[in-house]
């Protein structure tokens, strides 16, 4: 592995939160999927002796430039009745209320708004492809698009990953609640499954060969709580969303977090907290009755404030 790039933890866990000037849930989520860098800065080969293609990466000032050209369309999103064609769009797509299916819906209708409006040169030519062995199905490719700048077609391949970091914080060592899934494991597989496909029948343009292949992997990364000698790997954006986690049975790390403000958070908040949620937490501008031991240690993502923090049992 490439050499790591030094940076002090306390400086580099994430505040800058564009997402966070939205007033609604789908809006700041929108804005999430798109202001958020790619994990990576490179794609790493974890499959060298496998005939498989290259895949490249989008860096991080590519998805600021993203996000800039949509801003102003965002803030329509946000203030006029635009909003419900972007809920429609979501809920109308199949299991809504997964988080990697939400991830693929916000790109998806970015991805087709953006380029009716001229804010970008992607046209979607298919998504969800069904890949096929004999008569079974083996899997499906997101997105296929065309680009008009660059005259190509290209495969992006999505992932919405929120995963817990270890030492030495190689790939491998960044899982997430399913102690089997990693960022390894799921790199791997998107080489040498989905990116092996080179041919890919669309409605409107007939069968088209693939030119260049992006892997696509964002969400939020969590370090052990309290950890002072945290360096970024090469790898790893250096702008990528970092907060912490807590192993249950540290008592020390437990003993950090203000446990009067603390709320477990709603599935969807992976993405984008919900204010609303906190309301509903208090009663009558107090809180609710005390956490009980066991609610503090059940595995999850939670909430001190804003601050999120995932409680987990290795």
């Known amino acids: 592995m490439s050499e790591p790039i030094a940076q002090p933890t306390s400086t580099r866990l994430i505040d800058d939160a564009p997402w966070e000037r939205y007033r609604r849930p789908y809006v700041r989520d929108l804005a999430y999927a798109l202001a958020c860098p790619n994990v990576l800065t490179q794609w790493l080969d974890f499959a060298p002796h496998e005939n498989t293609h290259a895949i490249a990466v989008h860096s991080a000032s590519f998805w600021q430039a993203q996000f ?12 006029t009745t635009d909003y419900q064609a972007l809920t429609r769009y979501l809920l109308k797509r199949p299991s809504p209320n997964r988080l990697g299916f939400h991830f693929e819906g916000l790109l998806s ?19 969800n492809v069904q890949l096929y062995n004999g008569k079974q199905t083996v899997g499906e490719l997101d997105l296929i ?4 700048d660059e005259n190509l077609v290209e495969h992006w391949e999505l992932a919405i990953k929120f995963f817990m970091g270890s030492a030495p914080f190689e790939p491998v060592n960044w899982v997430g609640i399913n102690a089997n899934d990693n960022l390894q494991r799921k790199m791997t597989h998107m080489q040498t499954k989905q990116f092996r496909t080179v041919w890919v029948d669309t409605e409107d343009k007939g069968q088209v060969k693939i030119d260049k292949r992006y892997g696509i992997i964002k969400g939020r990364f969590f370090l052990p709580i309290n950890i002072n000698n945290f360096s970024y790997p090469a790898w790893l ?6 907060h912490e986690w807590c192993d249950k049975r540290d008592e020390a790390g437990l003993a950090t977090i203000d446990t009067t403000t603390l709320r477990a958070a709603h599935y969807i908040e992976w993405f984008t ?29 939670y909430f001190e404030g804003d601050r999120p923090i995932v409680i987990y049992l290795r």
Not at 279 to 286: A, C, I, P
């Open 68 to 79: 800039e050209a949509y801003e102003q369309r965002l803030t329509e999103l946000d203030t």
């Open 109 to 127: 209708f970015w991805l087709e708004d953006g380029f009716a409006r001229k804010l970008h040169p992607y046209e979607t030519l298919a998504n």
């Open 145 to 148: 698009l065309y680009n008009h």
């Open 237 to 242: 954006a250096s702008s990528f969303p970092l």
């Open 273 to 301: 907290k919900r204010s609303f949620y906190d309301e509903r937490h208090n009663y009558d501008g107090q809180q609710q009755s005390a956490w009980s031991d066991d609610e503090l240690l059940k595995t999850g993502l």
